[in-house]
């Protein structure tokens, strides 16, 4: 399993775009990128998942490069309910047929100060 | 959506009890997980499941079994808690894209 490297924390202010990276030098052809965002006493929710190049929703954008090695999670215009632990992680898409033990790290908590 | 519902929020029990955590998901989701997460651990797996009757251990299954009778619900249980044990536990449900959380319960022996 691909193990991931985040910044323990970020401070950002109000309005900036935050942009988190994670390095996983060991992923596998197969596996999916996914970030997940997290707030005090509740369960980590989906933001993004991409396999590479740059993938954008409503929320984020996710910026892989070509080998893979590492991604960049992209915050535009960041508020204070963006407060928040960030987490990278690296496996096989969970409904490709098989099942993955996929291990969290600690993640990056990010700090928006108005 | 898809909706994780754990039974409990809160939970308060003694040392030596045997305590059951029940998750339900009310999708047909092949795979379940069960997470405890403490300050400066980060999330860490306990058991997962991808089909009935099944079961994986996780990286740190001691002190816990797992149960899981129906495709929508898995049980996780603590033979005999211990203080050690004190942790919020997290309940996931895979889908095509992602994991899928519930809110938790934050178990407190004492």
């Known amino acids: 399993l691909a193990k991931t490297t985040q910044p323990i924390s970020m401070d950002s202010y109000e309005g900036q775009e935050v942009n988190i990276t994670c390095s996983h030098n060991?992923?596998?052809?197969?596996?999916?990128i996914t970030w997940y965002q997290q707030f005090p006493s509740q369960g980590p929710r989906f933001i993004i998942q991409g396999y590479k190049t740059k993938v954008t929703n409503e929320v984020a954008s996710l910026f892989i490069p070509a080998d893979r090695k590492s991604s960049t999670l992209s915050l535009p215009r960041v508020s204070l309910s963006d407060t928040a632990v960030y987490y990278c992680?690296?496996?096989?898409?969970?409904?490709?047929?098989?099942?993955?033990?996929?291990?969290f790290g600690t993640g990056t908590k990010l700090q928006v100060i108005p | 959506d898809v909706k994780v519902t754990q039974s409990s929020r809160y939970l308060v029990k003694r040392t030596g009890e045997k305590v059951f955590l029940e998750c339900v998901q009310d999708?047909?989701?092949?795979?379940m997980f069960w997470y405890r997460q403490d300050p400066g651990l980060g999330l860490r797996l306990i058991y997962f499941s991808y089909d009935v009757k099944m079961k994986e251990k996780g990286d740190i299954p001691e002190g816990y079994s797992v149960s899981r009778e129906k495709k929508e619900r898995f049980s996780l249980i603590l033979e005999s808690a211990s203080t050690n044990q004190t942790s919020m536990y997290l309940c996931?449900?895979?889908?095509?894209?992602?994991?899928?959380f519930g809110s938790g319960t934050r178990l407190t022996v004492v």
């Open positions: 992680l690296v496996g096989d898409d969970a409904n490709s047929g098989g099942y993955q033990k996929v291990t």
């Open positions: 060991n992923i596998a052809t197969n596996d999916y």
């Open positions: 999708m047909d989701h092949e795979n």
């Open positions: 996931a449900s895979s889908t095509g894209v992602g994991y899928t």
